[in-house]
């Protein structure tokens, strides 16, 4: 993991570019006809939801590309970054179709031939050499062809760029990249974590197009504490929700939950770092780190758990990135949001219900008195209504807003459930004394 490989460096690739244009054109010509419940100055903006974590054949996921691609698409999701480990999906890549009783059963047969049967998913070529059957992997470029349209689905390009640390994993997903990037270095966990996020940003400068590097799942293995995470210079992004079972984003007695971190860093980064103003704050992202498109269940780690929802004019990679840096997002595990809106004196929020569901907004954040900083991540207050503002008092660092959905039937005694599962995370926004 710790070489640089150039192999791919030469290889450009014309046609994102095109169809970049070609996407931000019929957008445009098209995007207010679609619009919902936005205030009339923005009426050329919509949510767009997309998952931004994926991993598929082209490394250890278990989904052909095409297959994922269709999963993602017909359930309504308007983008998707395949963001495969240290890998683009480019170029010639055969996958060997498992021997029964074979180690990796990934592609079985009979997967193989879902794949040929349906004639969405096809052509499949396959070959065998020396006995051996396999399989060649779509390329980006194939399934763009294959399931991408104006305005309704776009794939990214991106990648899981896999490192570690001392033996703690450092993963940082590049989204918007057109080359494969490799982890950076440093003396400190969180001097290569930020290098990566640096070389992330650089090769999108270099390219002048927008990049977006977020560090995913930092309580798996318990890889960083909130000080590392909130070393971070080069970009703001971060998971707070990660649908891979083992990611711990609730975590335990011994370790803050990611949501805590969040809190805990931002106040960190606004004191102790002294980075006052927007570059205190840090961005959440939730995702669904999808591995297995076969078999269902909580302890596999499926797609559709964790999205985010970006607010952006058009279905393009450059207004979504640009949409994301500038905080115009939220991250959701199953709550939706018509509105958000920060007009310098209050943070306002609007939800979309579903049928019978009663819903808990929180309104979150960190005071401070001169130096004094009061309890971070303090609930400032909440409340059941769909419409829910909160009036800044003056001396909060940052207002953030959680909002949760409760079934009907649930009580305050109910059994454990996944504490990060239906939820809307609200970037947080600063506070002007
Ligand atoms: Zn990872
Ligand atoms: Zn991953």
Known sequence: LGTRCPHDAHL????????L????ALATAVGRSIVRDQPADDAAARYFKGNTHTHSLWSDGNGAPQLIARWYKERG????ALTDHNILMRGEKWFTVAKEGGRDQRLTKARLDELQEVSELSPVETRVVEGVESMRLWTLEQVRERFEQPNEFLLIESEEVTGGFDGRPVHINALGVDERLLPGDGDTLSAMMDDTVGLIRAHGEGRSHPTLAFVNHPNFQWAMDFEELAMLTHDRFFEVYNGHPSTNNAGDEAHPSTEDMWDRA???RMTELGRGGEAGLLYALATDDSHEYHEWGPMKTNPGRGWVMVRATELSEVALLEAMHAGDFYASSG?????????????????EPEFGMRYKTSFIGTRINGDVVGKVGSVFSTTDQLSATYRFAGDELYVRAVVEK???QQTET?????????KAWVQPVLVKP
Do not use: C, H
């Open 266 to 268: 931002m106040v960190r």
């Open 21 to 24: 244009l070609v996407t931000a």
């Open 335 to 351: 709550v939706e949001l018509k509105q958000i809106v920060n007009d310098g004196t209050s943070l306002s929020i609007q939800i």
């Open 406 to 408: 409760l079934t009907p």
């Open 12 to 19: 450009m690739n014309p046609r994102s570019k095109l169809v």
């Open 414 to 422: 109910e059994d454990w459930r996944d504490p990060f599962l239906d």
């Open 77 to 80: 999701y308007d983008f998707l």
